[in-house]
């Protein structure tokens, strides 16, 4: 990662645990304040405990960089306002948060793709989401009505963990692909993974069979249009189907028009 | 339920899992090999891996040929998870 990794901690032993991340130990507050005013473009701080967090609340904000902070113990109320006063994104374990185990956690933040991989999450049972959170520490709202399966076990939200180093979402019995999630909800993950995994086939055709594929769709449930006209849209013999047809097509797939070429 | 295929110890032991999570992205009908924060599609129709990046090259060749001869139970499972996308598929979709 290009980004400075900074811990704050008075001893060496957490810090070792993220030696691949290459990182600063900052022990006084001095040397906090410090680093914070020469990386306040964009680094990303770590705290593995709570004496090393009053040296954060303490700091003479400046300039508004993209400071990221992931504290590895309990914090709660105000103190989380405080910290995002100088921190653009603040991950910690409050409120039924989850984080990966550390060592999986150090694997995830050294991943050059670790925005694609989850490093913790909470629930929001009010608004039936999960809340996770990515290797680049930016939160990813999730509805829980998306984790089901056709006959598959029912997702047990009061049993969520991230497993496989950030790569899947367990919800009891239940398993999600973070990639699939990524697919889902983010448009710039879909961009990127299309970019990589469809590289041959950027038509509206290809977009559009795996959107339906990704939607348990066949060829027969487009409603007004014909199995063989999809078929044809699919496999590139017409290049773009009329506005209408894109309409229905959109409609029947649960996204907007414009979006069925993003897939 | 997920599934996940049981391993020889050895490459079990090394982190490595075969997995069919219960949601993936659908297309085409494959397995995923996790590697701590790699993974690699595999698929199912055509027994190949599906992306370049990262290499294939890092799966073990053993892992890769238990993959392989496990593919009869592997395609029967997907079948069953996914039945909206079966490995078969129907002519069109090749």
Known sequence: ????????????????????????????????QVAFDENW?????????LSGMSRLTTLRGGRRGDQRLLFLGHLEGIRREVLHANFRFVVALADGMKLLPIDELAEVLAAPHREDLFIGGALDTIDRALVLYRGNLEPLVVPLSWFSSAGGPRPDPARFEIVDSGQTVRLGEFEAASDAILYEFDVDARRRSKQKSIREDQSFGGSLRRLRKQRGLRREDFDGISAKEIARLERGEVSRPHADTLERIAKALGVRPDEVETY | MAFSLPLPAHLAAQRWKVKI??????????????HGTKAWRLDLRRGEFMDSTPSPNEVPTELIDFVLESLPALRARWDEMYPSNPVQGDADDE
Do not use: C, G, Y
Not at chain 1, 4 to 13: M, Q, S
Not at chain 2, 21 to 34: A, I, S
């Open chain 2, 21 to 34: 999570r219960d949601r993936e992205r659908l297309e085409p009908p494959h397995v995923t090999v996790l």
């Open chain 1, 1 to 32: 990662m290009n980004d400075a990794v900074l811990i704050v901690d008075h001893e060496e032993t957490a810090a070792r645990r993220f030696e691949a991340l290459n990182p600063k130990l900052l022990r006084s507050a001095e040397e906090v």
């Open chain 1, 41 to 49: 473009r964009q680094a990303l701080w770590i705290v593995p405990r």
